[in-house]
Every structure is written in structure tokens, then in C-alpha cells.
């Protein structure tokens, strides 16, 4: 991901030295102000270093500090490699930052503890009970990794630092951050655009999370592609940036989405789900149908539930029987007649134990896994957290796949490199 190819000697050189064919990594300071033909890591060309020469009365002795292109690399190239590495390097320690910030901000406000380096996904910020831990997924190792965090590949680790540009020229980013490899994959984000998200804003904050993720996905991560869709009782792909009116809003028809992101499917690279959504299918046979087909095809899966815990305390009666309008479990009532019963806690309790049960069992028929909300502002730091955990596991994954390739035989491994199937997770 930060890896460097063909950057050769590093070197400090004096203006007087200056040749053409080498890199400017860091330029000459007037007036506080780096020299504006000296900025993005120009390659010094004759004509430049005439330009320079008749513009600035520089002393003989000022340092330049420049790279040369080792062999069989042009300058040209190395240099568009340190634009490219230079604007990535600044996108990874923007995420960092917001993902801090946005992280403390929404539990200080919730008067919660922000304990440092603790990921939402592993605290009690969301219902610890029904993550799924034993399945190929976000959340577990098929190779038996212990649950030392540290040693799962993230971009959150060692949050005091900053990456900086020596970091890059290094080559060194991984032994100081451990941070995932940039592996293919095709994210499929899905986002519930049923009627009961509009309750509590659930669906204004996966937007402004989805917009968000986007930004930071892209610029840090080029071999992540994302498709992005909504769905309610049909489901539709959308582009960023993702909007309120997108599709009619009804029903919640897993089968739909579920149809799409299998029609997307690409066979040659990893393939990632993650579905935004507060609300059961109300589809569920056909649902089980496409959940097991999601399974089949190694299609990673998790779904991120927001709390309906409130939402869920009250019960609708009508006692004059009269019809009322209900969609997507929300009730309109046209005759004026709907009483609301409040639930005891025991009973709402029981409620939410079924409820939890039926969205634990569309995830296990999908080989996937889930992480239920406690507090649904946080869905901006979980998606981030779902998606690095993934990424981390793949890295270990593949490493261990190459570390078992090493250990065979040449026979046994030229066999096993044209059958091995990568595990999604």
C-alpha cells in the first residue's frame, strides 16, 4: 500500500551541485514558504534548473535533499509513485484522526469512558452476545489466531503517531504501524431505505457514514471498488454521494438486495458485504433462499443493525378492530383509533431475545456475521472498524496461505496453487 519501488539514494546536495534527472523530496525555504517550483516532488530538468538559477539568489551552500531513480525506473515514474504515496500518506493520517475524534466526540456525549485503543466492535458499545465468532468472517481467524489484537493488521494501531513522509521513504511503514495490505476487493455496501429508518434519523447517519467511509476508502485503499445500493421492496445501485431520495419507501425485502449483490458478484477478487439496516425481512423464506447462496459463493458478510430497543417498548391495539395502514412495521392511523401498550421490561426484554435470534440466524445462513448497535450514532466508527478488521484478517490470511506454500514441497505447492481458494471473511 506504501510500499515505494525504484526510489534509490536519498542525498542532501548543495544548490551549486544540482544536477537534472534528480528528485526534489524536500526544497529550499524563502521567506517560511517552500520555493512553489520545488513543491510535489519535481523531477530537476535543465531547463527547470536554469529557471531556478535566474529567479532565486540562493547561497552556494543551501541543501536540497533529493532521491535519484534507481535502475531500469525513470525519474518521471518514481516521482508520480511519491504523488501518489504523498497524497495516501495524508489520507491515512486524516482517517486516523477523524476516526479518534468522531469516536470520543459521540461517547463523551453519551457519558461513556473512551477507552484508548479499544475498538467499538470489541467493547460493550454494541450487543457483545450475538457477534458470531465461529464463523469465516470479520470477526474470527480460521487459522487459529489467538485474540491478541495487536497482532491483527489495522489501521488503527499506535493512534499517538503520525505517518510521516520519512515514514514513507522508509519503506518501513509496517514494522512502526502494522496496517493491512492493500488486497482486492469488491465492497458491496447496502443501506436500508425502508420506511422504519426514518425513525430516530437512522438513515440520515448511515448516509453521512457511507459518504464519509467513501472518501476515506478511496484515497487510502486503491484496490478496494465499492458498489453501493439501496433497497426497500426492490433494491437499486446508487453513486456516490448517497442521498435520501433514492427509491420508493416501503417494505424491508432482503431477497432483493441480497439478488443484486450476487449478480455483482466478481469471481476473481475477494467479494465484501456489509448491509445497513434496522428492520427483519419481510421476506424471510426468500431471504434464507439468497442468504444461502451468499454462503456458497464466499461472499463475506456482515450486517450492522441499529438499536430499535426504544422503538421496540411499545405495542399497537386497535380494540374497535378497525384497519389501519401498517408498512415496514410502521402504522399509520387513518381511523384515529390505535392505542399504545407499553411493554414491562421482562416482556420487552423477551421481545428483543427473538428479535436478536431471527437477525442472528439471516446472518449465520449467509456464513456471515453481525454487530448490533447500542448507540446508532456510532454506526460512522463500525463500518470503518467492520471493514478494517476484514482487511486485517485477509492479510493474515493470505500470509499464512504463502507461508504454507513455502513449507511444501514444489510438487505439492505447484498442485495446491492452482486449486487454493482464498477464505473470505
Known amino acids: 500500500m506504501f510500499t515505494l519501488d525504484g526510489i534509490g539514494n536519498i542525498r542532501k546536495v548543495k544548490w551549486r551541485n544540482l544536477r537534472a534527472g534528480s528528485i526534489v523530496l524536500s526544497g529550499v525555504r524563502i521567506n517560511g514558504h517552500v520555493i512553489p517550483e520545488l513543491v510535489n516532488f519535481p523531477v530537476l530538468t535543465d531547463p527547470l534548473l536554469r529557471e531556478l538559477q535566474g529567479r532565486y ?19 518521471d515514474e518514481v516521482a508520480g509513485r511519491l504523488r501518489e504515496g504523498e497524497v495516501r500518506r495524508e489520507h491515512f493520517n486524516c482517517l486516523r484522526q477523524e476516526y479518534e475524534q468522531q469516536r470520543t466526540m459521540i461517547l463523551v456525549n453519551h457519558g461513556l469512558d473512551p477507552v484508548p485503543d479499544l475498538p467499538i466492535i470489541g467493547s460493550d458499545y454494541v450487543e457483545q452476545e450475538y457477534l458470531i465468532r465461529d464463523s469465516w468472517n470479520s470477526f474470527s481467524y480460521m487459522y487459529g489466531l489467538n485474540e491478541n489484537l495487536d497482532a491483527v493488521p489495522s489501521f488503527f494501531h499506535r493512534m499517538d503517531l503520525s505517518m510521516s513522509l520519512g ?111 434496522d428492520g427483519l425481512p419481510t421476506d424471510r423464506s426468500e431471504a434464507l433462499k439468497m442468504a444461502e447462496l451468499i454462503k456458497k459463493n464466499r461472499m463475506d458478510y456482515t450486517q450492522i443493525i441499529f438499536n430499535i430497543h426504544d422503538e421496540q417498548r ?71 472498524e467492520c471493514y478494517d478488521r476484514y482487511m486485517g484478517l485477509l492479510t493474515l490470511a493470505t500470509r499464512e496461505q504463502t507461508n504454507t506454500i513455502r513449507n511444501q514441497s514444489f510438487e505439492e505447492a505447484e498442485r495446491n496453487v492452482k486449486k487454493w481458494e482464498f477464505p473470505r471473511f
Not at 539568489?57 to 525519474?75: G, I, M, T
Not at 378497525?322 to 416482556?347: C, F, I, T
Open 57 to 75: 539568489r540562493l547561497l552556494a551552500d543551501r541543501e536540497f535533499v533529493v532521491a535519484d531513480a534507481v535502475y531500469n525506473y525513470s525519474p
Open 314 to 384: 411499545h405495542e399497537v391495539e386497535f380494540p374497535d378492530g378497525r384497519p389501519s395502514s401498517v408498512v415496514d412495521n410502521v402504522v399509520d392511523d387513518v381511523q384515529g383509533s390505535m392505542v399504545r401498550v407499553e411493554l414491562s421490561d421482562e416482556a420487552l426484554d423477551r421481545k428483543m431475545k427473538g428479535i436478536y435470534r431471527d437477525f442472528s440466524e439471516i446472518a449465520e445462513v449467509c456464513g456471515g456475521n453481525q454487530v448490533i448497535l447500542r448507540i446508532n450514532e456510532l454506526v460512522r466508527i463500525v463500518s470503518v
Open 167 to 277: 515514514d514513507l521513504l522508509s519503506n518501513r511503514i509496517n514494522e512502526k504501524f502494522n496496517i493491512p495490505e492493500d488486497k482486492e476487493v469488491l465492497l458491496h455496501l447496502v443501506v436500508d431505505f425502508s420506511r422504519s429508518m426514518d425513525s430516530g434519523g437512522k438513515l440520515d447517519l448511515v448516509i453521512s457514514a457511507l459518504n464519509n467511509f467513501h472518501r476515506h476508502v478511496k484515497g487510502v485503499l486503491a484496490g478496494t471498488k465499492i458498489r453501493l445500493y439501496v433497497f426497500s421492496d426492490t433494491c437499486r445501485p446508487v453513486d456516490y454521494p448517497l442521498q435520501e431520495a433514492e427509491i420508493p419507501r416501503g417494505e424491508t425485502s432482503y431477497s432483493s438486495f441480497m439478488k443484486k449483490v450476487l449478480h455483482h458478484n466478481d469471481r476473481d477478487v475477494h467479494n465484501k458485504v456489509i448491509l445497513f439496516t
